[in-house]
Each structure stands twice: as C-alpha cells, then as structure tokens.
C-alpha cells in the first residue's frame, strides 16, 4: 500500500474508531465518576453525558458513521529519520493525497475556510492541511495527524508565564484556562502542554504532548509529578463531562518541554475534546 | 426522562427544570454561526425571515456529509457561545427551544428568563448518535453556506439535558 494510501486509510478510521487506551480511559471516567460522586443532580448528568459518548462510539464504529461531525482540521507532525532516503516533497504528496482523499472518501464534513476573515469560502475539500516538519534520528517517516475539532482549539491558550513561577502558578493558569473553557470544549478533556521555547514553540510543543500515549507519563520525574498535580488540579475545577458538573473533568494530562531564554517561560495549553481522534503512520525508509 | 413534542407546547416548556432529561420529537430548525448573522441582519434591515421562529427550536449544529443509504451525516451539537451576540434578538421574534452545548452569556441567561424560553444541552461529540434521530432533512434557506444552511429537521427520540430553564434555573 502506497504511503499516501496508509495516510488515507489511518485517518478515516480515525474518525470513527479511537485508540483502545483513549477508549478505555473514557470507560475510566465514567466508572470513576460513579465512585466518587455519582449522587448529585452534576454528577447524574455527568455520567448521563459519558454513557452518551459510549453509545456514540458503539454507534460511529459500527455504522462507519464518523463520531463527529466536526472532522477537523488536519494537523499533520512529520518526523523525518535524518537517514530517511527519499525526498520530502514526496513525503510532501503523499500527505497532501491521503488528507484529500480521506475527506472525501470518509465522507468528512468540508471544514476549512481559504481564509480567515472577508468572506471565509469554503475550500470544499477540508484542505489544506497544516504540516509541522522535525528531524529526528533514524531512517523511518513517522506521521501522527490530530484531527482537531474547533470546539476545543477555540479554548487553547498561550500565556508568558514569569520565569520565576512555581508550579502552583502552572497548575492554577491551566486550570483557569479550563475554567475559562467550561463545557465548550466537551469534556472531559485532554490536556498537552508545553513549557519553554518560544511562544509558538510552547503552541507547538502543546500539540506534541497530545500526541503521546495515553497513560504515559513524561520521562522525568518532576516533570511527571507535576502533570499529576496539574491533572489533580483540573478535576478540582468541578466542570465536569459535558460542563454540567461531576468530578472527571480532564482525562490526560501530558507536558513537553524544552530550553528557554533566562527572560521567560512560555506555556501553551492545547485542549482536545474526549474525542481524540489521531491517525498514525509509521513509513519505513 | 420526560418525552416531548418539538415545535412545544406553552405547558411543557414551563414544566422544565435545569439538570431535567429530555427526549424530544417533531420538528425543529438548524443554524449556526452564519445562519445566525444573517438573521439578525435581516431583522435589523426591517426585512422578513425565511422562516417564522415564533414557538419553534434550533439547533446548533452544521452535519457532515450523509454516508449512501443515510439523510443525514454526523449531527451533534456546535459550542453555544458564538451564537450569544445575535441569540436575544432571535428570542424577541418568538424563538422558545434553544440547542447547542457549553456555556452562554448573561445576555442570553437574561433575554431566556425574560422570554421565557429554554436552553439544552445536546452531547457534545456524539454526531452518530444524532444521526440516528434523524427522520427528515429539508433545506430551507441559505444553501449557498453548504454545511451551514438553515435546515429544518423532524427528529424523534433526540436526546438533551435542560442546561437553563424559563424560570431563571441553570447548570451553571
């Protein structure tokens, strides 16, 4: 199968099936919102609210009917093995072909606007895709695609964060972040963050960390511990599935970071609705 | 869960209460963001509606395309929020059912209480879910906006959680 095949396939399933451990974590949430409330007018609804995704789940994967009708905005990270032999332009294509293709052979709502502001015309194919280009070592092409609904990118933030902040003033901005969220994004959530850079590179690192594992955390410590308090955070907002109160607000919480200007800590926070929709492809070179 | 008629009735829409589980069935309308500035526009200029909203529901929400064999494609609900600035003025004209998902203004909580009409909730994501309420689709004005065109829908067994109630109550 050709690589911009695989790219097309990857991302219709996306749109219909999550990854198992996105899916259990929902089950997760629902089984948790039970144990530790489940009493209360929020609570009841909360729960109504997951039982509602499940079904619709059951539904989108067995009637081939994508589980929203907000299909995305193709976020498309290429890593490129620094040994990889072929050209990037074909990379380059095939991505270009396996987006297009997917959007109208998955029968993917057309989504995108030529541009932003005087008269937004529909570009009828869901494209152009956004591509992030990264070298990495090896000789493989890994391609991860977000199939990123608006609901949630509309309550993503970027904020300059004192370079002399504590981990509380990172907890209580991303929670506020969330707070500002409410249900718009529906919850519960998935949280990436990033730390350091610059201010598009905190944005863009924010994205990255949604694309790691579900259940993994980041591979030092401290920076472990504190996805656990930010997540700890997050549930204390009480916003709940759905917005209407419950104590499973955030599924996930992952963070990535990098070196920084002695000046400053940038934070990007980037939000996903519990519909986390990524297609992967990993092309050997 | 109660079962209600959509366009509904002045009784019905009284009986309702914030965190109330609701099914609905009948017709109701679809618009979103450009829908609803238009309307406005329309009202604003002196000029009539390509639809009468007095009693009626809408809902937020631009599907994607139907799958062969299918009416409708994925269906669920759009965040409410964007609809807020052009929302009160829709309530004047006799609008009663409000449907989308998230938070609204204080303008609209005021503007539902004043009018005594309702906002609910629909589940957010859940487009398969909605499809499979779907029992009729017609365009009704506006196609040239594709996926955002003023729809009337006949649905039946959709289900909502009442998020603001016409008595000032809300999930907020």
Redesign the interface.
Known sequence: MSLAKRIEKALIDAARILSEPIHKRIEWARDEEKRLDGKS??S??SI??LE??L???R??KN?????????GMFDVFVDVGRSYPLSHAEIEEAILTGCEKAAKNG?????VVEEPLFGRK?T?TNTPPIIWWSLVEGKNVEINVLLK?F?SE?TCATRMMNPTATEEQIVAAVADIVTLA???P?PPIFIGIGLGGTMERAAYLSKRALLREVGVPNSVERYAKLEEKILAGVQATGIGA????GRITALNVAIEYEPTHIAGLPMGVSIN???DRIARVVWEG | MKNLHLPIGEEDLRSLRA?D?VSFSGTLYVGRDQVHQRLVKLLEEGKPLPVELEGQAIYY???????PG?IM????P??S?RMDPFTPQLLGKGLKVLIG???RSQAVHDALKKEKAVYV?A???????Y??TIVSVEKVAFEDL??EALLRLEVKDF?V?V?IDSHGGS??
């Open positions: 007018v929020g009841k609804a109504a609210v509602a995704i079904e619709n789940l539904i989108s009637e081939w009917i994508p589980m929203c009708q907000d299909t029968y993917f709502r057309p989504s529909n009828k609904g609901g509309n409410g249900g718009k529906c759905g917005g209407l109160g609705c519990w519909a | 965190y589980s929400m631009g599907p994607s395309p139907p799958l299918m494609g994925s269906c669920g759009t965040t929020a998902k998230g938070p909730q589940f957010g994501g859940c487009g398969a879910l499809a499979k594709g996926p289900p959680i998020a999930v907020f």
